[in-house]
């Protein structure tokens, strides 16, 4: 099932809304337009008696209640048409009539469309009656002895008022197609961003990474445009680091492999045991830093893939170092050094916010460098300080130090200071700087004790 459009959504739910509204609208305004001139027609009638009581009050004692006087019409109005008016008058004139009575009810005078009998009883005021087979309006009046009723035919009134009303609501009415065709010009030029987003959208070619960008765009659209472009930003990243990684692992694993292979067919090639031996444990001991290259490599991958979206929660520092240290005590044993854990408060804790996982990577990371940089028997130092600025942990070693105008590019993944001892990757500190950057931490070197050795410093922000 095709899915609706935004645009019919809003335009269909507007039309329906408006209908309503302005339909309500033009009933009410219909009904008060019927009330307003039926009103009107009343004054008007109450009025006209009035006047009528005014002009008569001198004619009507001659005549008699056996004799009354007939005011006539021009035959002519009778076949008028209803909505035109002539020099003879106007057809409305045969719908409205008067009665002047005596005090018993006796007429004296009446109008030709009135009947030969009292309208209403003799009582002032306003009713309705019928006579000659119509409704009528009548309102009473007492004129001295006098008693004078003017009356309108219900239907008139009613074609009157209905006019009136009608004339009042019909450019309301009328104007609700013009407001729909507004409408829905409106809604289209509002969306239009929308419709170029996704025309952008379905024109892009599938390896095209590059920002979106819109002719016009509005409060609702540039949040969205804002997270595509974040999204693309972050796929365009990803691949990145994807091609760095597949060229840096064919580069970084060229040379161990080969040697290897090397290894390999100098054990083949062994002329005695001893020989094939000892190339055997060459290869061993190869096959080992290729291991150890690989785990750095994909540890640094994950350390700098999805930066900014890790989940931060609150992880005990001290466990994550007693952690760290069980995987690498056996380098720690190997090398017969000295280790030691300062801790301040001994039994804190050491909260800070981050990934348990990452964290333990990184205080395993800074051991092991000490741990292969450290000469055998040399002390290492772990220490842990919590305080209001934050909380600081810092690996202490006697190894060969880092040079002041290296202490930058150590960072930097597969650097490896020349003539440095021991094999690495070149990984570790890069790992490290990595997770200390997504944790909003930072790390310095400095030298350490009696200006021998390393002190890396890495410093959480409080928790």
Same mark, same amino acid.
Request: glycine share 8%.
């Given at each position: ?9 809003? =335009? ?13 609208? @033009?009933? %009410? ?22 006047? =009528? ?8 004692? @001659? ?5 009354? $006087? ?6 002519? =109005? ?35 469309? @009135? ?17 000659? !087979? ?18 309108? *035919? ?6 009157? /008022? ?12 009328? !104007? ?17 961003? =929308? &419709? ?13 990474? +590059? ?25 365009? &990243? &990803? ?9 840096? &692992? ?8 080969? @040697? %290897?292979? $090397? ?5 083949? *090639? ?36 999805? *930066? ?45 916010? !981050? ?5 333990? /990577? ?15 028997? +040399? ?37 490896? $200071? ?46």
């Amino acid at each position: 099932m095709k899915p609706r459009s935004i645009q019919s959504i809003l =335009l269909g739910g507007t039309i329906a809304v408006l209908l309503a509204v302005l339909g309500a609208a @033009a009933w %009410l305004g219909f009904e008060a337009g019927e009330d307003e001139a039926e009103e009107l027609f009343d004054a008007r009638l109450a009025t006209s008696t009035r006047v =009528l009581a005014a002009l008569v009050a001198a004619q009507v004692p @001659a005549a008699g209640a056996a004799a009354p $006087i007939v005011v006539t019409l021009p035959q002519a =109005l009778q076949s008028a048409p209803h909505d035109q008016a002539s020099a003879l008058g106007h057809h409305y004139e045969t719908k409205i009539a008067f009665q002047v009575l005596d005090p018993q009810g006796g007429l004296l005078m009446r109008s030709d469309s @009135a009947p030969g009998t009292p309208y209403a009883p003799l009582a002032a005021g306003f009713s309705t009656q019928r006579a000659a !087979g119509h409704a009528w309006r009548v309102f009473t009046l007492r004129s001295g002895a006098q008693w004078i009723q003017a009356a309108e *035919r219900d239907d008139v009134r009613a074609e009157l /008022s209905g006019k009136l009303a009608l004339a009042t609501v019909t450019p309301l009415i009328a !104007g609700i197609p013009l407001a729909l065709v507004l409408l829905g010009l409106l809604m289209r030029y509002g969306l239009q961003p =929308l &419709a170029e987003l996704a025309r952008r959208i379905e024109q892009r070619q599938p390896g095209s990474l +590059s920002a979106i960008e819109l002719q016009r765009t509005t409060a609702e659209t540039a949040p969205l445009v804002a997270a595509l472009n974040g999204l693309l930003e972050r796929v365009q &990243a &990803a691949l990145a680091r994807e091609r760095r990684f597949t060229a840096d &692992a064919a580069h970084e694993l060229r040379t161990p492999l080969a @040697a %290897l292979k $090397i290894h390999a067919q100098n054990a083949s *090639r062994a002329a005695s045991e001893a020989e094939r031996t000892a190339s055997l444990q060459r290869m061993l001991a190869g096959l080992d830093r290729s291991i150890r290259l690989a785990e750095q490599m994909l540890a640094y991958s994950r350390a700098t893939a999805a *930066r900014g979206a890790l989940p931060l929660e609150p992880v005990a520092l001290r466990q994550v170092v007693d952690d760290a240290l069980e995987d690498v005590l056996p380098r720690i044993k190997e090398h017969a050094l000295k280790l030691t854990l300062d801790s301040d408060p001994p039994v804190a804790e050491m909260p800070v916010r !981050g990934d348990r996982d990452k964290l333990a /990577s990184l205080v395993r990371n800074l051991l092991d460098n000490a741990a292969r940089h450290a000469p055998p028997g +040399s002390a290492v130092r772990i220490e842990l300080r919590a305080d209001a600025r934050g909380t600081r942990l810092a690996i202490v070693d006697q190894g060969p130090g880092v040079p002041p105008g290296l202490r930058e590019r150590v960072f930097e993944s597969y650097y490896r $200071i020349p003539g440095s001892p021991g094999e690495g990757s070149g990984l570790g500190l890069a790992i490290v700087r990595e997770i200390a950057a997504e944790h909003d931490a930072t790390v310095q070197f400095d030298d350490g004790e009696a200006g021998r050795g390393t002190r890396v410093t890495v410093t959480f922000p409080p928790p």
